[in-house]
């Protein structure tokens, strides 16, 4: 079966500090992955995805990267964190290119800027 | 007009009673529609999809879709204080398409 494994799962850092969550998936080969941002009565906004290694689409402008560096594995980053940057941070992935729709989330990431 | 509506509740219901949730969208190219449950401070996990119109059931869940409403649902039969969480409608118009349109979840509590 497959497993989505996403750390760390809480993390609090100052203003202006760099960023890496990683996420890696177990089970399966050339999954899709996604990275979603979700903010209070906000709901889940798709922040990157990516359909294979070194290919990353990105959804929103903003101060974050992705990176695709093997094919099970999906990094978030940041050079300089925002006090908007908060929140709760879901890596998923699915089966492939057609079944896309059918997106398995981690168990996240809990980003507190301070 | 949003592309998915959900209203965000909460839903308060007593143990054994049918809980009855629902989504409205827009987009007349939506094809796939999911329902997500997700626990306080988890992730969401994927309940089940549907394609198209119909109704599909699995176990206590029934998920059904009205294509021409624009207007889907989830039941959820002899509910359980283990169901209390927020339920997540996503949606997407073709295979392939990576972009989900989710709504913003609808909190239910089931109370003993």
């Known amino acids: 079966s497959q497993t989505i494994h996403q750390w760390p799962a809480t993390l609090v850092q100052p203003v202006g500090s760099p960023l890496s969550l990683e996420c890696t998936v177990e089970g399966t080969s050339n999954p899709n992955l996604y990275w979603y941002r979700q903010a209070a009565g906000r709901g889940l906004q798709l922040l990157f995805y990516s359909v294979g290694i070194g290919q990353i689409s990105s959804e929103v402008p903003q101060n974050l990267s992705a990176s695709r560096p093997q094919d099970r594995q999906f990094i978030l980053s940041s050079k300089k964190l925002l006090l908007s940057d908060s929140g709760f941070y879901l890596c998923?992935?699915?089966?492939?290119?057609?079944?896309?729709?059918?997106?398995?989330f981690g168990p996240g990431t809990r980003l507190t800027v301070t | 007009q949003k592309e998915v509506e959900q209203d965000p509740g909460p839903l308060s219901v007593p143990e054994g009673a049918i809980v009855s949730l629902n989504c409205t969208y827009s987009?007349?190219?939506?094809?796939?529609f999911m329902w997500y449950r997700q626990y306080s401070r988890k992730g969401p996990e994927l309940l089940m999809y549907t394609y198209s119109s119909g109704n599909k059931e699995d176990g206590r869940f029934t998920a059904q879709v009205d294509k021409s409403s624009k207007y889907i649902s989830l039941f959820i039969r002899d509910s359980q204080p283990s169901d209390s969480a927020t339920y997540l409608c996503a949606m997407s118009p073709w295979y392939g398409n990576n972009r989900l349109a989710f709504g913003k979840g609808n909190q239910v509590v089931v109370i003993p």
């Open positions: 987009n007349s190219a939506f094809q796939y």
């Open positions: 998923a992935w699915s089966p492939g290119l057609a079944e896309t729709y059918e997106q398995y």
